[in-house]
């Protein structure tokens, strides 16, 4: 049976940033990535370096690790999967995550077999 095929591909096309005018950047993001990481890297800093009072090095650290969770959050993010999916899901599945239980095995014994012909007892 083919695949029903949808007509929907001005929606699911990859709208990549290529960067600012008569400059190409070495690394495609898309338009969502650019606002999402331009705006948690900002909140970021401005947290740790405004109201916490850090250091300018950490404040730098942190800066940088929202560009690198940015990027590993957008590898789960296409059109099919929304950013707001792809957030909610992991809010959500760190909580159900549960250790490995030990390995149970089935053990089935008998004592008595009979067999019967015709079904009957």
Not at 72 to 84: G, Q, S, V, Y
Not at 108 to 118: A, D, K, L, N, W
Request: net charge positive; with cysteine.
């Amino acid at each position: 049976m083919p695949k029903m095929q949808s007509d929907n591909e001005v929606y699911t096309a990859r709208k990549v940033y290529l960067g600012p005018p008569g400059f190409t950047l070495p690394f495609q993001w898309t338009y969502a990535q650019v606002g999402f990481t331009a705006g948690t890297t900002l909140s970021a800093g401005w947290l740790a370096g405004v109201v916490m009072n850090l250091p300018g090095w950490f404040v730098s650290c942190v800066m940088g690790a929202t560009i690198f969770a940015s990027s590993l959050i957008f590898k789960f993010i296409d059109a099919e999967w929304r950013i707001r999916d792809v957030l909610r899901t992991v809010l959500t599945d760190w909580r159900s995550i549960t250790p490995a239980r030990a390995q149970r095995t089935t053990e089935v014994r008998t004592t008595h077999i009979q067999i019967s012909e015709g079904g009957r007892r």
